[in-house]
């Protein structure tokens, strides 16, 4: 089926099967390739995406799902070459080491930001925010110092 | 691949009723899909025609009425966790806290839960234990049908082909209550290795069982009530001993398999030490002490 929606902020148009993962389209389709493959069982949350600004694991939504919404992959964050201030924090704060679970990361990171944290960041809450991604590098303790400074300096923009 | 398959997005519920009944030899509902998703890729689903009810507002509304909360199938876990309607249940919102992580959450929704009817879903012993009823509707009829025997058997639900779940009910509890849901899992987010929720309503002095509901998820082919618990401490003075004793019934109720999450009588004794926390909780968030 022929299914149409807002990709980084294009409206663009698929064909899709039913079978077929939002993940598998994006990369083969779009070569969004910052939408990584992991455990394809919505574990590992390598191929998390924001569906309406709310984020999800890409491997998990029936490709069909995304007909009228709109998507946002890693790609989509920076704005003319500038980092997003979370892409911004990860970098500053050395929060990657092999890369691979960093998209993921980050967009996580987006939405949890998006709905009002506490400030000053909590730890436990940043946690739970971001459970449902791993890093098999175990780098956790550089990713959480990432997502609680872009909290805090989300304040100061 | 899959030519012939086909993916609808009806609008309202007529056009969703009238899809279903005219493949209802063949179609799946979609909520939010993500165990379709599994089960297709694993191969243990064949279907090709679905019919995705995400778009149909009113069953992603939640309501009020006559004292009774309706919280309609495509409700996702983070609308319910984020709703005003849902704050004075703590049993459910417990299990909406633990339940996977934001991702799965987001997408994730209550009639896809209980119409996958998986034992291990945390949702389903809160649910209990408010005495929740399914509403289920066909192009000709509405039925209400109470959580308990709607879970038939393993991942089997009592759903015609033609019919789909509209909403789950249940009332406000009333008098002096509480309630609390505590799990154990392998892993931060992962499916419960035993889950047990409990809600109680206490004397007006606050040193008794007024009533007492225990449910339990992943120890059998269905999530289940622990009557044996119940029926012991229901009307019972509230005490530390009563509690840990009462809690060791749990086992006349459950019949756990030995997984890779551990073995039956792991699971066991599990059950019992999680009965006593959950009770703790409860009787604590009601007011009483202990």
Same mark, same amino acid.
């Given at each position: ?62 490709? #069909? ?6 998507? %946002? ?28 679970? %960093? #998209?993921?990361?980050?967009?996580? %990171? ?9 400030? #000053? ?8 925010a971001i459970k449902g991604n791993v ?23 | ?14 056009? @969703? ?29 064949s279907s090709d025609i679905f019919i995705?009810?995400? *778009? ?10 006559? !004292? @009774? ?10 609308? +319910? ?32 839960? /209980?119409?996958?009817? *998986? ?7 809160? /649910? ?33 082909? *033609? ?11 009333? !008098? ?33 069982? +007024? ?5 339990? @998820? ?14 012991? +401490?229901? !009307?019972?003075?509230?005490?530390? *001993? ?27 004794? +599990? ?7 959950? /009770? ?11």
């Amino acid at each position: 089926m022929n299914i149409t929606f807002e990709l980084n902020g294009k409206i663009i148009s698929a064909e899709v099967s039913p079978h077929q993962p939002l993940r598998d389209i994006l990369r083969s389709q779009f070569d969004l390739t910052g939408v990584k493959v992991g455990c394809h069982s919505g574990r590992c949350g390598v191929c998390s995406v924001l569906l309406d600004g709310k984020v999800i694991k890409s491997c998990l939504l029936m490709a #069909p799902k995304a007909n009228g919404r709109s998507i %946002t992959t890693i790609e989509g964050l920076s704005i003319n070459g500038e980092l997003h201030p979370v892409q911004q924090s990860f970098k500053d704060n050395f929060a990657l080491q092999c890369g691979y679970c %960093t #998209p993921g990361f980050i967009m996580a %990171t987006v939405d949890y930001l998006s709905s009002s944290p506490s400030n #000053p960041p909590v730890r436990d809450e940043i946690k739970t925010a971001i459970k449902g991604n791993v890093c098999r590098c175990t780098g956790y303790e550089k990713i959480i110092s990432a997502v609680s400074n872009a909290i805090t300096s989300s304040e100061s923009l | 691949m899959n030519s012939s398959s086909s993916y609808h997005l009806p609008c309202d519920l007529t056009s @969703a009723l009238n899809l279903l009944s005219e493949h209802s030899d063949s179609a799946k509902i979609v909520a939010g899909g993500q165990s379709i998703m599994l089960l297709l890729r694993q191969g243990f689903l064949s279907s090709d025609i679905f019919i995705d009810i995400s *778009d149909i507002s009113e069953l992603s509304e939640i309501s009020i009425q006559g !004292g @009774a909360i309706h919280v309609g199938a495509a409700t996702t876990y983070t609308s +319910l966790e984020n709703s005003l309607e849902i704050q004075p249940y703590s049993v459910l919102l417990d299990s909406l806290h633990v339940i996977a992580d934001p991702q799965i959450r987001n997408l994730g929704t209550i009639g896809g839960a /209980l119409g996958h009817a *998986d034992p291990s879903l945390d949702i389903v012993p809160p /649910l209990l234990c408010l005495d929740a009823n399914v509403v289920v509707q066909s192009l000709n009829a509405t039925r209400a049908i109470p959580l308990s025997d709607f879970h038939q058997e393993y991942m089997t639900a009592d759903l015609s082909k *033609d019919e789909l779940i509209h909403s789950i009910t249940f009332n406000q509890p009333t !008098g002096i209550h509480g309630g609390a849901y505590e799990k154990v899992a392998n892993v931060e987010g992962g499916w419960p290795t035993v889950g047990v929720a409990a809600q109680v309503k206490l004397g007006e002095n606050i040193d008794s069982f +007024l009533d007492v509901k225990i449910a339990l @998820a992943a120890v059998g082919d269905t999530a289940i009530r622990s009557y044996s618990v119940e029926k012991s +401490l229901i !009307g019972s003075e509230i005490s530390m *001993d009563s509690i840990r004793e009462s809690s060791k019934l749990v086992c006349n109720d459950i019949d756990p398999l030995d997984d890779l999450s551990g073995s039956a009588g792991y699971k066991t004794h +599990l059950a019992g030490v999680l009965c006593q926390r959950a /009770l703790v909780k409860a009787i604590n968030r009601a007011g009483g002490s202990l």
